[in-house]
């Protein structure tokens, strides 16, 4: 059995990773042991930044960064490596300027963008490093990632308003545009990416299509068995304090991708199995005071809203 390198492997993503190629890869995860370990995989317990020896004398036919954010996290890792034959590194559609035409393609130009900031840049330094040191990685940009284990409050957000019958606060008209990709699906196509070896190296990486913010909380709150009354929220309200997407719309092209990968999951689909993961695992979800916010400021109410001015 072939072996894989898994950075991370106990949160979202790398997790999800983890338990997704166990069955085909010996898989080992790179994490300090700071919280419960995922089964089926063997753990290299250490700081991606102080590994000293502990990577000589392995060879990993694939190494899947997944916890990279910055030019030193990958060039410490590929300093610790011995030897390997693939890399995969997850970045982020954060690398593209919010001023550049959309949809994003692969050959937009990568530089700063003011909603994102320094999550942005340090993800263009960190594929900067890597294709310096390993021209041949692949590197792909995903949109907002979905799914089991999610524990950003996100969708878990809108069930939690779904759950307590709330009016749901929508940042104008709801006509702002998301971009999502499920776990499961980013997990495929880092397979179909290991056994395909295509010639193109950077991939955005989503569904096909985008969805307004009114249609994901629709389908957020479909998964609860529950349909959402509306409340419109003014401009002038900040919209982080009571919603879980900056006021930023966008799109990649994924056309590329979908040369590789033929289908995602549907979003209702993807939705109903973050809504049963959630339910039994409601404590793993970092939460922000969104609905607090809500309630201090009566965004929830039918009178009028106190202008933060």
């Keep these: 059995m072939k072996n894989m390198l898994i950075t ?115 993800k263009i330094a960190a594929e900067q490093t890597l294709l310096a040191r390993v021209p041949d990685a692949y590197i792909l940009r995903p949109p907002y990632l979905y799914g089991p284990g999610n524990n950003v409050y996100r969708e878990a957000f809108v069930f939690d308003c779904a759950m307590q019958g709330r009016p749901f606060c929508l940042p104008g008209d709801g006509g702002m545009k998301l971009q999502f990709f499920h776990v499961e699906d980013l997990c495929r196509f880092m397979d179909v990416i290991l056994e395909a070896h295509p010639r193109q190296r950077i991939f955005n990486v989503g569904n096909r299509d985008t969805v307004t913010v009114k249609e994901w909380v629709e389908a957020c709150y479909e998964a609860v068995g529950k349909r959402p ?50 339910l039994e695992h409601p404590d793993l979800v970092k939460k922000k005071p969104l609905l607090e916010y809500m309630d201090q400021k009566y965004l929830f109410s039918r009178s009028p809203i106190p202008s933060d001015k």
Excluded: M
């Design 229 to 278: 009354e509306f409340r419109n929220i003014p401009a002038y309200v900040e919209q982080r304090k009571y919603f879980p997407f900056y006021n930023y719309g966008y799109c990649l092209d994924v056309k590329k991708q979908f040369e590789y990968l033929f289908d995602t999951k549907p979003l209702p689909e993807g939705l109903r199995e973050c809504f049963a993961w959630y």
């Design 8 to 122: 991370g492997g106990t949160t979202f993503v790398s997790r999800y990773a983890a338990q997704y190629f166990a069955d085909k890869y010996q898989v080992f995860v790179l994490n300090r042991k700071t919280r419960p370990q995922c089964g089926g995989v063997t753990l290299i317990e250490g700081d991606r930044h102080a590994l000293g020896n502990r990577l000589r004398g392995l060879h990993f036919d694939a190494v899947l960064d997944i916890t990279a954010y910055t030019a030193a996290d990958v060039s410490d890792l590929l300093d610790a490596l011995d030897s390997f034959d693939e890399y995969l590194l997850i970045s982020s559609s954060a690398v593209y300027p919010e001023t550049a035409p959309q949809p994003f393609t692969e050959e937009t130009p990568t530089g700063p963008n003011q909603i994102w900031g320094a999550y942005g840049t340090d």
